[in-house]
């Protein structure tokens, strides 16, 4: 166990909708980071939030957006939902040190299906 | 375009014998490396990190880092059927950002 909880587990939605999913980091980690897993694919990174604040992003469309709470929690909205958005979304959470090093613990993920 | 990549697989190795999984990367100033591994349906779980050139043991597992051929390696010993997973290379560059490049992952099958 990583100590990082996502909600929720699995989600269907349809084509148009919009979403949110949310993520709770480990205990005393100040980052997190968002991923989108296709089957069979690596993780591709969608964006990160370091203290509150975006520090990072990956090639996403801007109707994939998200917030970090003070709480260190995290929430990613996707607009306008496509086909090709179904996917397993990851959370990971981390501590980014005075070093600049941060190892990222991963949460169970959100199985999201667009029909 | 900073790419990390590895093979597919599957790679089948019995079981007792030692599974040898490989990963290259693009970017020469990369900096920090994570293996994971991943079973089927759930998240991946971080396995080991390495910074330095040279050898890491922990446990059945060794990682191998190779800075100067850009390669970084995944030794598992006494290979379980429980090691049966995906396991995944990912890579943070120098000026990344703290993004991590991800490999597709290896499928390793271990045969009782």
């Known amino acids: 166990e990583t100590g990082v909880t996502q909600s929720p587990t699995h989600l269907i939605k349809t084509r148009g909708q919009q979403v949110t999913l949310r993520c709770s980091s480990q205990?005393?980690?100040?980052?997190v980071s968002w991923y989108q897993q296709a089957l069979g694919q690596g993780p591709q990174f969608i964006f990160q939030?370091?203290?509150?604040?975006?520090?990072g992003r990956g090639n996403f469309p801007p109707r994939f957006s998200g917030l970090q709470f003070p709480n260190y929690s995290s929430e990613l909205n996707v607009n306008a939902l496509e086909l090709d958005d179904s996917a397993l979304y990851l959370c990971?959470?981390?501590?980014?040190?005075?070093?600049?090093?941060?190892?990222?613990?991963f949460g169970p993920g959100t199985r999201l299906t667009v029909l | 375009q900073k790419e990390v990549e590895q093979n597919s697989g599957p790679l089948s190795v019995p079981e007792g014998a030692i599974a040898s999984l490989n990963c290259t990367y693009s970017?020469?100033?990369?900096?920090?490396f994570f293996w994971y591994r991943q079973y089927s349906g759930k998240s991946p779980e971080l396995i080991m990190s390495?910074?330095s050139n040279g050898d890491k043991e922990d446990g059945r597992f060794t990682a191998q880092l190779n800075k100067a051929s850009q390669y970084v390696s995944l030794l598992i010993r006494d290979s379980q059927p429980s090691d049966s997973a995906t396991y995944l290379c990912?890579?943070?560059?120098?000026?990344?950002?703290?993004?991590?490049?991800w490999g597709a992952g290896t499928k390793l099958i271990i045969k009782p």
């Open positions: 990971a959470s981390s501590f980014r040190t005075s070093e600049g090093t941060d190892t990222q613990y």
């Open positions: 205990s005393g980690h100040n980052t």
């Open positions: 970017d020469r100033g990369s900096q920090s």
């Open positions: 939030y370091y203290r509150e604040e975006e520090n």
């Open positions: 990912a890579v943070r560059g120098k000026d990344s950002n703290y993004q991590l490049i």
């Open positions: 390495i910074y």
